[in-house]
């Protein structure tokens, strides 16, 4: 945010506090007195209830407020402010009440608390507006339209007890706001492209100009003091009307839904408020409602306009303030009907003012519980509940089921029985329509399952439906359709590669880009693995040889073991070979290749190593060799980084598969930091053979805790080659 915005913000944060402590540090009582007989008679009061549950009557003398003299304090007929009254009875009695802001709940409310709610409610909209929209105009306008409405009703407190500072604030503020409304008006409308026939609101700022004249005026000359609020009163009733002028005609003009929605936006709260307290003051007639009664409405310019999100647009409010007056309609009347409750409860102790409070609290808790149930619903969806079961999470499960079916036909066979179970009918029949049986007529609901424009897929239910039950079919026919176009893909990338090995001259970018990948791949691991062995054995003896050539005596001991050396690389290359293509494998079978290899290893390994192998068979012979590489490539890893002592291999035989584990009693490690290593080569080519054949693997393993693998392959009998 910009230091002007920080300014801004501070300055509301200041004034609002000071206004707000103003208002709170001495009861507003509003006495009016008779002062022609130079004797200061009660006449009337502001809360006329307080007054008579203390005793107090019109004709009683007032005699001191706060322990100072009247005479000596007083400056004019109207006592605003008091924390302690004391007056003398026409019989001579003399009494002093003591006044607590909680002795005068009308005054409480509507000038601290409600003020206060209204001020840090703004202030959280306003940032809100900032965060989410900065550096945009029309948010600027929107945000001190805001806070200027607030500063103007939280000081209507302070004006009340006669303070300078809240007068000048309010005087400013109910002016300022509709100027501030107007000008976001026109810049909207701009932005908008829509016509702007209306004064340019420039000139409207210099109304602002006269509110500080009609101050000085007023503390000049006190006689000039009720003209000069209703100069003020007055310029607000026509700010206001003009608004709501703008609003109207523009709206008429041009019939846009978001006019209309900021036309009741700016109503519901100014209207109330100039109809029952501006007016009547302006024709000299006794408010409708008292100022900070009419003010209430205020309250609901936050909640309208926390809507009007600007970023280069206005928000889509349409859903937002429809739900705002679906929820407000069932918090009112609930709110209602609890108040109604509590009136009967506490029918001797509750005033108008009390009982008005209490609503407003109920109305906005309900709201605001709505609200959050709301959110509970959208986070927790899959768990709505109706009168026959849980039906989103069936739809869930379903689609899950569903989602295993390995070709058209068992994706239709899994839909029935889905229907079967949930709904509890066999009533229906899915049908495939073609052009000859299109004019047929079915009776029933019909679902569209798939269209491929030769034929259709219709699903005809002759069955009631309740909605729920409605949209959950909709729903897992919408799921069916989708699952049986991916299907059609597959079975047409499926034919396409048969039809490739068919016909020789056939390619497939794709695919021998895949294929060319993976030979890569095999290669650079190949490569890797001669480099680092038997490769460096060559170039070590080529040295020693040249060392022995230039030496003028053949020392026969150095040849021999040059001899033996050459002699183990061999041996070596020939495992590699082995390993790439292993001959007992194609000869006595996957067992006995095992065992040879397990032999091998036992020779090498520094650790002991306890291998049962079952016999296994595989309709694939894939298979056979992908059990081979599995194993070799878990001995290779205990060997090369394991540093156990112990290790055991065990090959299990199941229906159409096996299961592989291992365990060992190494150093371990950290699954998660194994995978972002570049030496999880071993470990990652093991997962990836299994994902490649749709097996299981697990990996369990923490430092100086060993390693546990377990692998899991079936062989899916019905697969293509």
């Not at 605003?80 to 009695?93: E, S, V």
């Not at 805001?146 to 209507?156: G, P």
């Not at 026939?197 to 700022?205: F, G, I, M, S």
């Not at 194993?631 to 205990?638: G, K, P």
Request: glycine letters at 4%; hydrophobic letters at 45%; aromatic letters at 12%.
């Amino acid at each position: 945010m910009s230091k002007w915005t920080y300014s801004i913000f501070i300055t509301y944060l200041l004034l609002g506090i000071y206004v707000l402590v103003v208002a709170s540090q001495t009861p507003f009582i509003g006495i009016l007195l008779d002062t022609t007989s130079k004797q200061p008679i009660l006449t009337e009061f502001y809360y006329p209830n307080w007054a008579q549950q203390n005793n107090i009557e019109k004709s009683d003398l007032l005699l001191t407020i706060d322990d100072k003299p009247v005479r000596s304090n007083q400056i004019d007929s109207f006592v605003r402010c008091a924390k302690k009254l004391t007056i003398m009875k026409p019989n001579g009695d003399v009494q002093t009440v003591s006044i607590k802001h909680k002795d005068i709940p009308e005054e409480f409310y509507l000038q601290i608390i409600f003020p206060l709610f209204y001020f840090v409610l703004s202030f959280g909209v306003a940032i809100y507006l900032w965060r989410r929209n900065t550096d945009n105009l029309l948010t600027s306008l929107l945000t001190l339209f805001l806070l200027t409405c607030s500063l103007a009703y939280i000081s209507t407190g302070a004006s009340a007890r006669g303070n300078l500072i809240g007068g000048f604030v309010i005087s400013i503020g109910i002016i300022l706001c509709i100027v501030l409304f107007i000008h976001f008006l026109q810049f909207y409308y701009r932005y908008l492209c829509i016509e702007w026939p209306y004064l340019n609101t420039k000139w409207l700022y210099l109304t602002l100009l006269f509110i500080p004249c009609l101050d000085f005026i007023r503390i000049v000359n006190s006689d000039f003091k009720t003209i000069t609020t209703l100069i003020k009163l007055g310029m607000f009733a026509v700010l206001v009307l003009y608004a709501i002028y703008i609003l109207l005609t523009s709206y008429l003009r041009t019939k846009l839904e978001k006019i209309r929605l900021i036309t009741i936006a700016f109503i519901t709260p100014f209207l109330p408020f100039l109809l029952f307290f501006v007016i009547p003051e302006l024709f000299g007639r006794n408010p409708i409602l008292h100022s900070e009664v009419a003010a209430l409405f205020l309250l609901f310019i936050p909640f309208s306009f926390i809507f009007i999100q600007v970023n280069e647009r206005l928000f889509d409010i349409e859903y937002q303030l429809s739900r705002l007056r679906y929820y407000s309609t069932l918090a009112f009347f609930c709110a209602l009907l609890s108040t109604a409750g509590i009136t009967l409860l506490f029918i001797d102790k509750l005033s108008i003012v009390k009982i008005i409070g209490v609503f407003t609290l109920v109305f906005l808790v309900i709201i605001a519980s709505f609200y959050i149930k709301e959110q509970l619903d959208f986070k927790y969806r899959k768990i709505i509940f109706s009168s026959t079961g849980d039906y989103v999470h069936n739809l869930y499960a379903a689609v899950n089921r569903m989602g295993k079916a390995k070709n058209q036909q068992e994706l239709l066979d899994q839909f029935k029985y889905e229907i079967t179970e949930k709904l509890g009918t066999t009533a229906f029949t899915i049908t495939t329509i073609t052009e000859s049986t299109r004019d047929e007529v079915i009776m029933g609901n019909h679902l569209l399952l798939h269209d491929t424009g030769e034929e259709k897929i219709m699903l005809h239910i002759r069955h009631v439906l309740q909605k729920e039950e409605l949209l959950w079919l909709e729903l897992l026919a919408l799921y069916v359709s989708m699952f049986i176009e991916n299907l059609k893909l597959i079975e047409d990338l499926v034919y396409e590669i048969k039809l490739m090995k068919d016909h020789n001259d056939t390619q497939l970018p794709w695919l021998d880009k895949l294929l060319w990948n993976i030979i890569e791949k095999e290669k650079s691991i190949l490569a890797q693995e001669l480099h680092d062995t038997i490769l460096q054995e060559q170039l070590h003896l080529a040295r020693e040889l040249d060392v022995l050539t230039s030496s003028p005596i053949i020392d026969k001991e150095k040849v021999l073991d040059i001899r033996e050396q050459l002699l183990n690389a061999s041996k070596d290359l020939r495992e590699y070979c082995e390993n790439l293509s292993p001959p007992l494998l194609d000869t006595f079978g996957l067992q006995i290749a095992l065992k040879k290899l397990i032999q091998k290893v036992k020779i090498r390994a520094d650790f002991l190593l306890k291998a049962q192998i079952e016999r296994v068979q595989f309709q694939d012979a894939t298979l056979h060799l992908v059990v081979y590489r599995l194993v070799q490539e878990l001995l290779n890893n205990a060997i090369k980084h394991a540093e156990a002592t112990e290790v055991s291999l065990r090959l299990q035989a199941i229906n159409s598969g096996f299961i592989l584990q291992y365990d060992d009693n190494g150093i371990g490690c950290n699954i998660e930091s194994l995978m972002q290593s570049s030496n999880s080569m071993g470990i990652n080519g093991i997962r990836e053979r299994v994902r490649a054949f749709n097996g299981d693997i697990t990996i369990t393993s923490n430092l100086n805790e060993g390693m546990h693998i377990v692998i899991q392959i079936q062989e899916d009998v019905d697969s293509d080659d």
